[in-house]
């Protein structure tokens, strides 16, 4: 009896092992599931809208790893570097290299920022002006502006000198564009216009509907070059020699091609506080392989120019391109759990 009350015991002990054992390894299966449980995430964007797509896709991805995804946080470049140094928010899923070269290094640079892996590779920037002038007036170099005759074709108010169409103060490109001013000898016959973006090149457009002159600046990804397609209605101005403001001074803007934009080509990068990404391999991981390629986001760019705007709108966008790519999305999240264990 005793003997038999012993062996009870035992197997009564082993089942509540097994059972503890079963459990435990179920709790860890499910912690690794969701390797962000309980922890915020805050996402930082600029006030270009279009950059909201590429942000999203990230916020998703980290909500079904678990995360709680707070709503983004507008910020211009120079601020959300800043903020993601100091903690203030967790990442930013648009930072252009090497544009944001000097916003990166003056937020701490590796020391306080996370950045691995490249998220949209293959962005260009420049000028570009109609084609129709440029091929009645031999117009291929931005150089050519200094000769006032070439400059006012595309003056617009009046004053004999031509009118770019720039960038927004604050996003960094502006700060090239006025170094190319002084760098080109351009002061005396070009006026960089800078304001809103998207009023400026609503208004260009309108102009060039209209068969005026245009000279603009813009870059790719993004719907403009689908509505003003290079080759076809506009053309890229090369640039009489490379210069580049801050730390990059010394660079050759010039493409594998041998073209010469004065801009050197851009990879997006997810960039994130440092501190909170080493905290959490999984979404450190999932920052250094997410890639959506350039031609996508031109593309949805363009849905949203034309009507499809709205938050819902992007969210809807968003939810396509993952059914689109759900395999590669899977492997993402796989890999981020696997990074969690």
Known sequence: MTHLSSRLSVRGLAVAAGLSTALMAGTALADNHMPGDGVTVTPLKSSIAEETFQTVLVMKALEELGYEVEDIKELEYATAYVALGNGDGTFLADGWFPLHTDFFAEAGGEEKLYREGTYSPGALQGYLIDKKTADEHGITNVGQFTDPEIAK???????????????????????????????????????????????????TITRYEQGESVFYYT??????????????????????????PGAREDVDTSLPNGANYGFQANSQYIVANRDWAEANPAAAKLFSIMQVSANDISAQNLKMRDGEDSEEDIKRHADAWIAGHQETWNGWLEEARAAAE
């Open 219 to 244: 870059w790719t990804p993004y719907w403009v070059s689908g509505v003003l397609v290079p080759g076809e209605d506009v053309v890229w101005l090369q640039v009489p020699f490379s210069s580049l």
């Open 153 to 203: 074709l595309f003056d617009t108010n009046g004053d004999g000198k031509a009118n770019l169409t720039g960038c927004t103060p604050g996003w960094g490109c502006e700060k090239v564009i006025e170094h190319h001013m002084d760098a080109y000898e351009l002061r005396e016959t070009v006026t960089h216009n800078q304001g809103s973006y998207s009023a400026l090149i609503a208004d």
